[in-house]
């Protein structure tokens, strides 16, 4: 659970302690809002972290429910159009590694490069602490757990991520 809501932080993060600032909550990130079909919105979120952010997109984070959409959507003539539902399907769309996370804000992807322009710096790895003294916990039988993790979140280029909204 401590992985999970690290990963809620570095996306969602409202950067006021003990809160990292996530990526959406960084000041000059880019957003987009959805202009038409979803797949020229995920082009052009791209092309501005090419273009305005002068980076390599090369991954999107997407809530399970958006990538659903995306996944099924069909043609005209009832085609999936990123393929049949018995092949496991592309993880790729215009070349960006498709990551899907249930904390990634719903109707809201992150298009970005993650590889060059931000890193996740581990001061001190997971420390787990169990006590039943506190209260009247041994009495109880029961006993407090407290995981923590020391992180940083460093975003070096800003630019190099487009937050879409209204997806």
């Not at 979803?38 to 809530?63: C, Q, S, W």
């Amino acid at each position: 659970m401590l992985r999970q809501r690290l990963d809620y932080q570095i996306l969602n993060g409202d950067g006021s302690a003990p809160n990292l600032a996530g990526i959406i909550n960084v000041s000059n990130v880019q957003t987009f809002a959805r202009s038409g079909d979803v797949f020229d919105t995920i082009y052009e979120g791209a092309k501005k972290v090419r273009t305005i952010g002068y980076a390599l997109p090369n991954a999107m984070v997407i809530h399970s429910n958006d990538w659903q959409v995306i996944r099924t959507a069909r043609t005209d003539d009832g085609l999936y159009i990123l393929g049949n539902p018995d092949q496991p399907g592309p993880a790729r769309i215009w070349g960006l590694f498709i990551v899907e996370s249930a904390v990634a804000p719903e109707n809201s992807p992150v298009i970005g490069d993650f590889a060059n322009f931000i890193e996740l710096t581990e001061r001190q790895g997971i420390e787990i602490e169990a006590t039943n003294s506190h209260d009247k916990f041994f009495i109880q039988g029961n006993v407090a757990i407290r995981a923590t993790i020391r992180v940083a979140l460093p975003v070096y280029r800003p630019a190099a991520f487009c937050y879409i909204t209204s997806f």
